[in-house]
């Protein structure tokens, strides 16, 4: 069933229909039927209204009914946004009423907007409008057009935002006059799109706009455009081809008659700079790259001063932190590109939902595992769910764990879905970096990407930006029960023996020195636990929490901007308990640093109104742009 409005003539006399010409206060009626003279007269007379004296008590005269179209405030008042023929429409149906007939639509109408009106089809009614020269149609379904039934007037045809497919149906039968075509946010896709923009179907086109298509292939599109001699204003940007490196250089040289490319005026000095680089098109390579810089982390709540200290059996805890974001995935994989010098891919299992809500209340909400063998191995990956379950004191069993199997699938830990790259994408990570209260990155990473439309895609999307904080619980790893407490015991007996001998030895002198040596004995025996402690520790699986996770738009490296700056705010995260603690803890420190802030006490950091600072990144994503031909052509040469 076709829905109402779904031609442009039908959407063109709803339109009218909508404006109410034949409705009080315009038309004709009883509040004006005395103007006109009776219809027995000849036919050239019924557009000759009676003179404003003949008109009788009770009815309004033209200023009156002029008034109420005109004001604001007045109910009969144009709707906001109409356009200036509404207007005229509008007052020649109170002035002269008999005037507005199809013959006259057909000859006035020199332009007709239809925007948003589900639209599908241009329909052969249209011929009628004898002097239309600009004809809008965007934001409507219309997938493809019969050129035969677009008046040959016409000058400026945009069709922005529908579902067209392909420009061969436009060139069955071009509008021979036209000067203007748009067709941004389209669906153009493939190589062959380039053969329907030649001189043979738009002699005198001077204005194309092809924006936020998927058009790829630049050399080809821009040969065909060379045969356009009038094209003055070309809009490419949005399409994947518009992502090369050279795009700029390479069509301003290319197309030397051209004045505004993607809205922004050629200069001499940019053709100058370009020279020569346009006759190199087939020596480039036909890829874009991308630079990601990840700076400062700010606002991190150190949550190490919450912890217990650890005793003879552990658990010993560390934290680090990182940041990761997802880009989109070359064909080839980019794990064997990166080396993990600057940055490691993290890839997960898929994502799943929270822990239910029968999971006990020491299971962190945001609880799951991920494997990796350190933060300088480089690049890891992995897949699949482990079968062990985590619980942040230690890895001991959870309590009440049933015997079911469904039981214990409940219990095991879910990843959080903010560390899982969407289908088509790369979860990248920065290395791992203590607490401290900016927390540098120092990452940077170049993405080489040869397939255009995914990227396209990709930055339409946005990518997500995540700080993870992750905790590793480590254990004494498992001796003999005998072995177990024998030295520290042994030791212990020595040291208590040798200190009673030289007590009764040297006396009270002796027992001085004495005591430096057990201090001695100490502190060597607590270093050489330090030493051999990675050695003899075993550890849980990490321990992930997302600290802050938000979207960081992209849109802007399509739509020409070479660069997407953006400080990432997710809100404090930080307490005034942890950040005494960690004041405290960090006042007691013998370091040069500490010495500086023991000069004020710890409490009076925080005195007065305590605003602590808000969880922070800053993420930079550059599109690389070459700058002359010599760069393009040292850069991107095959």
Known sequence: METPGGTVSAAVREHLRQLCLREFPCGTGSWNKSRFLPRTGRTWRELIPRDEEAVSPGEETVEALLGLVRSPHSPWALLEGSSAEDRFLRELAIQNPLMLKDTFFYSYFRSLRVVDKQVSLVDKDLLKFLNLEELVLSANQIQEIDAVNLPPTLKVLELYGNEIRSMECLCTAPPPRLQHLGLGHNKLLGPLESLYVTFNHWPNLVSLDLSFNDLTDLQGMIASLSTLRRLRLLVLQGNPLALLPYYRGFTIDSLSQLCVLDDITVSPSEKHQFRGLGRSGDLLARQAQLVVTIGNVKGVQDTSVLDPEPGPQGPFITYSYYVTYDFVEEEEGEGSEYG?????????????????????????????????????????????EREDSLVSGGSAPLPGVADSAEELAKLRPR??????????????STVRKPWTDVIPCSYEMQH?????????????????????????????????PVDVPLPAKKGKGEKDKKGKKEKDKKGKDGMDTAGKREKEVAKEQKGSKKKELPKELRQDPPILRVLGSGLVVLEPLLAGEPLVSE????????????????????????NKRAKKEKTKPAAAVYDGDYQPQPLTVEVQIQLNQCRTAEEALREFAL
């Open 340 to 384: 993990g010098v600057l940055a490691e891919i993290v890839m997960p299992s898929p994502s799943a939902e929270q822990l239910a809500e029968d999971i006990p209340e020491d299971v962190p909400e945001e609880v799951f595992e991920e494997h990796e063998d350190s933060a300088e191995s480089g690049l890891s990956s992995q897949s699949g």
């Open 415 to 428: 990843r959080d879905p903010r560390l899982c790259p969407s289908p088509g994408t790369v979860l990248f």
């Open 448 to 480: 080489t990407l040869k397939d255009l439309v995914p990227l396209k895609a990709f930055l339409l999307a946005g990518t997500t930006v995540t700080i993870v904080e992750e905790k590793i619980l480590s254990w004494p790893a498992v001796l003999p």
């Open 567 to 590: 400080v990432c705010n997710f809100g404090v995260i930080r307490t005034l308990e942890t950040d005494r603690l960690t004041s405290l803890r960090d006042s007691k420190n013998k």
